[in-house]
């Protein structure tokens, strides 16, 4: 099992929005993780069956890695539902719920400490650069950083 960090642009408002996306070696039904809404409005959702590269909106990933011991959907699922959203907090967005999340998984033996600094590292990176090609236009071609 690998998951992903990605990144969605849907028009040009900041900050980006970055989801956790998982894939399974027996191909079951990819899942992504994240938080929706807006300030003081942010709820935790699960995407079952959904491919964000698959999709027409502009993709760029981020491989984190492998989960650090076997497991299943039902427990990433209840692992990341734990994850707190504390919508009295402004500064809340989808990106700093991520990284809330990377470490409670850390922290819960799914990923190890490499995983989470490597997991944080990558969505910054990935918002730099993404904000950097502000000038580049929308389009449907996906961007890997492996």
């Known amino acids: 099992m690998a998951f992903k960090e990605f990144n969605e642009r849907e028009d040009d408002q900041l900050p980006r929005h970055v989801a956790l996306h998982f894939t399974f070696a027996d191909n079951s039904p ?9 300030v003081h409005n942010w709820r935790f959702e699960r995407r079952e069956n959904y491919d964000p590269v698959s999709s027409n909106k502009d993709i760029r990933t981020y491989t984190v890695g492998e989960l650090s011991r ?22 809340v967005t989808c990106q700093t ?15 190890s400490e ?28 996906v961007v890997k950083k492996d």
């Open 97 to 111: 719920w991520i990284g809330d999340a990377l470490k409670h998984l850390g922290k819960s033996g799914l990923l």
């Open 70 to 91: 076997p497991t299943n959907d039902e427990e990433i699922n209840a692992r990341l539902a734990d994850v707190a959203v504390d919508n009295a907090d402004r500064e």
């Open 30 to 38: 990819r899942t992504i993780y994240h938080i929706t809404g807006s």
């Open 114 to 141: 490499k995983a989470v600094e490597e997991g944080l590292d990558g969505m910054v990176n990935l918002v730099v650069e993404w904000e950097a090609d502000d000038d580049v236009e929308r389009s449907d071609s």
